[in-house]
C-alpha cells in the first residue's frame, strides 16, 4: 500500500524546487500556512482535496502529476 502523504510531499517539493519557489511562496500563492507546505513536504499531514488543487494550482501542474508515484 502507497503511503500517499508521502508520495504527494515528495512531488510537491520536487516541483516546487523546479519552479524555484520558496516554501513561503508557494504558501502564499496556495492560501495556506507555512508550517502546512513544510508539514506537506514532510509527508506529515493529510490536505484536504482542496488544499492539493490548491498546491496544484501554484505550482501550475496538473494535480494527477502531484499524485504520482
Not at 22 to 36: C, N, P
Not at 61 to 66: D, G, Q, R, S
Request: charged share 30%; glycine share 8%; no cysteine.
Amino acid at each position: 500500500m502507497r503511503d500517499w502523504p508521502v508520495v504527494f510531499g515528495k512531488n510537491v517539493r520536487k516541483f516546487r524546487q523546479q519552479r524555484g519557489l520558496t516554501q513561503e511562496q508557494l504558501a502564499f500563492e496556495a492560501e495556506i500556512d507555512l508550517t502546512y507546505v513544510g508539514g506537506i513536504e514532510r509527508g506529515k499531514r493529510n490536505p484536504s482535496l482542496v488544499v492539493m488543487a490548491r498546491i496544484a494550482d501554484a505550482l501550475s501542474v496538473a494535480l494527477t502529476k502531484l499524485l504520482q508515484d
